[in-house]
């Protein structure tokens, strides 16, 4: 007999046509899962630990997998399962595992990836935690990394060695907006035996790396996937094998370093998901208004919506269209004083919050150089084009984004930049 009730089973049986083409959007909205009680979420697992018919059974999980059998909630629980498994869709990857935090997801990724001797070759324009892991961290268990700029493939290529075991790049980079060429770091990589691990945070839906090559794709699920700003979670989607060998009760860091998502975060991140696309597109938009209506005026804007962007064509050739060209963009003020004057203003003046973190439905805005990349050392910034005056916008979800940008015209004035 049937588990499911009757409309369950209706529901699962039904087949729907496929679309044409990959379509994460559609992906995550074939995702179904139920609750215990044919609820329309699925039920969250308030439980640690579970428990087992017999002994036999027990001893057979810790050899290996069984399908639908749960052991321990720091391996993984059914809340984070769900997740994982519309996340795997998402990016069209086979498999997914969901962790405490975005950086977690990037370390357990390299620490598996490396061991004591091994080397990455890694984008210089990432997030200032991840250059921090690789610059600081790795090295005291001996894996060290080479920064490179990863538009240009080849220096990727000059940087790899006999010990190289992985190229890091984030398909759009934080905070300057470089659009990286996957296909062709995917070519570069398969070419030396490497494996080539993209952080999606900037562009969920816009950019499927593993559709293009990638062989595994880290995602801080705080900033856009989540959308609200209330909590800290990341994800790691990639092959079966190699979810497996992260979650190895012997030997994997997720299982052994413990950096799990709570099964309560795990189903809110999950309905706020389903909105994802939606917020995408609306990011976007505004973003891409505000940066024509700012460049406009005569300021120094960065949007890879915006042809004269070093990286437009590449992202316009490569990303899934419906989606536009991501809700950040950067206004170089001229020099950090400047910055910190029209920050005030636009926070007093409501525009938004003047704070780190991106992804949220309200406007956030600060200097990156001072804050979210200032790990990295000054003349690294300088080498890659990261100037003080430099403002990283991550546009909201405004309704009347005209009123946004005569408010922010104002700013402007009284901040001496127009
Ligand atoms: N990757 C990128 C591109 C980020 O911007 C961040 C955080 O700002 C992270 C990873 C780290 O994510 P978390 O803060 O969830 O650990």
Known sequence: MSRFSPIIESFLNTTRESAMSFDPATEVQDFLAFGEFGGVNPSITDSSTYTFLNPEKMEELFDHEIEGCFLYSRHVNPSAKYLADALARMEGGEAAQVMGSGMAAIACTLMQLCSAGDHIVSSRTIYGGSYALMKNLLPRWGITTSF??????????????????????????????????????????????????????????????????ADIVVHSLTKFINGTSDCIGGAVIAGKE????????????????????????????????????????????NAMFLSKHLKEKGLDIHYPGLPDHPGHALMNATRNDSYGFGGILTLDAGNVERAGQLMNLMQQRKVGYLAVSLGYFKTLFSAPGHSTSSEIPDEEQKAMGLTDGLIRISIGLDNEIHRTAVTIDGCLKDAGLI
């Open 242 to 285: 190699f979810i497996a060998s992260l979650m190895d009760i012997n030997c994997g860091p997720s299982m052994l370093l413990g950096p799990v998502l709570d099964s309560f975060r795990a189903s809110s991140i999950l309905k706020n998901l389903h909105s994802l696309h939606i917020r995408m597109k609306k990011h976007g938009e």
């Open 148 to 213: 490179v700029d990863a538009t240009d493939l080849d220096k990727v290529r000059a940087a790899i060695t006999d010990t190289t075991k992985a190229i890091y790049v984030e398909t759009l980079s934080n905070p300057l907006l470089e659009v990286n060429d996957i296909k062709e770091l995917a070519a570069l990589a398969r070419e030396h035996d490497l494996k080539l691990v993209v952080d999606n945070t900037f562009t969920p839906m816009i950019f499927s790396p593993l559709k293009q090559g």
